[in-house]
């Protein structure tokens, strides 16, 4: 079956505008997590969603940083008023109900200039 | 101080060798394990996850826990060049709902 997509693969962005990156997970997936991976490093968990709500934000990085999901499927994170310090890969994953079995997306790659 | 440490690499080696990838960490409530092996440009996909202590193996792959030490390994045995990618380790103190804390990843370099 489709895997995990997420769309742009590629977004270049001039310094204070806003980004809204998208995920569609595996269908039927319950659970959703966005993660922020810097070059050449690991991934830093940004949120996670269960069904529709986000029980757990604590690890957006500011007040810049958004996300919401819909009819427990796509999901959108939303960056405004972009900064350099954005520039990462924006990866998304999925899992049905066990958290050690993530399925990821491709990813974003975000450049802020 | 990083809650899990891996060292950056990068590691080379030729065509067939034995691979050992490592992490530690410093939270005791950890209970899951996992190790994503995640190809240039790729997200990481999961390649083997274990509970609590032991060892696990799955082909060219054994992955090993020693809870008591706070000390992960991956091994890989016959290593060939489809295996140069960055190895991540990822662990989780909860069964759902929460989130995988991961290591900086390992980038191995596999030599013909």
């Known amino acids: 079956g489709a895997g995990v997509s997420q769309s742009p693969s590629n977004k270049v962005t001039e310094k204070g505008k806003d980004v809204e990156l998208r995920c569609d997970p595996i269908?039927?997936?319950?659970?959703l997590y966005w993660y922020r991976q810097r070059l050449g490093q690991g991934l830093e968990f940004l949120i996670y969603?269960?069904?529709?709500?986000?029980?757990?934000k604590s690890g957006l990085p500011s007040d810049r940083f958004s996300a919401e999901r819909t009819g427990e499927s796509v999901s959108t994170l939303t960056i405004q008023r972009t900064q350099q310090e954005d520039s990462a890969v924006y990866l998304c994953?999925?899992?049905?109900?066990?958290?050690?079995?993530?399925?990821f997306g491709p990813g974003t790659r975000l450049t802020v200039t | 101080q990083k809650e899990v440490e891996q060292d950056p690499g990068p590691l080379s080696v030729p065509e067939g060798a034995i691979v050992s990838l490592n992490c530690t960490y410093s939270?005791?409530?950890?209970?899951?394990f996992m190790w994503y092996r995640q190809y240039s440009r790729k997200g990481p996909e999961l390649l083997m996850y274990t509970y609590s202590s032991g060892n696990k193996e799955d082909g060219r792959f054994t992955a090993q826990v020693d809870k008591s030490s706070k000390y992960i390994s991956l091994f890989i045995r016959d290593s060939q060049p489809s295996d140069s990618a960055t190895y991540l380790c990822a662990m989780s103190n909860n069964n759902a709902g929460n989130m995988l804390t991961f290591g900086g990843g390992t980038r191995l370099m596999v030599k013909p």
């Open positions: 269908s039927g997936h319950t659970a």
């Open positions: 994953a999925s899992s049905l109900d066990r958290i050690y079995e993530q399925y």
């Open positions: 969603f269960q069904g529709n709500s986000a029980p757990d």
């Open positions: 939270n005791s409530a950890f209970q899951y």
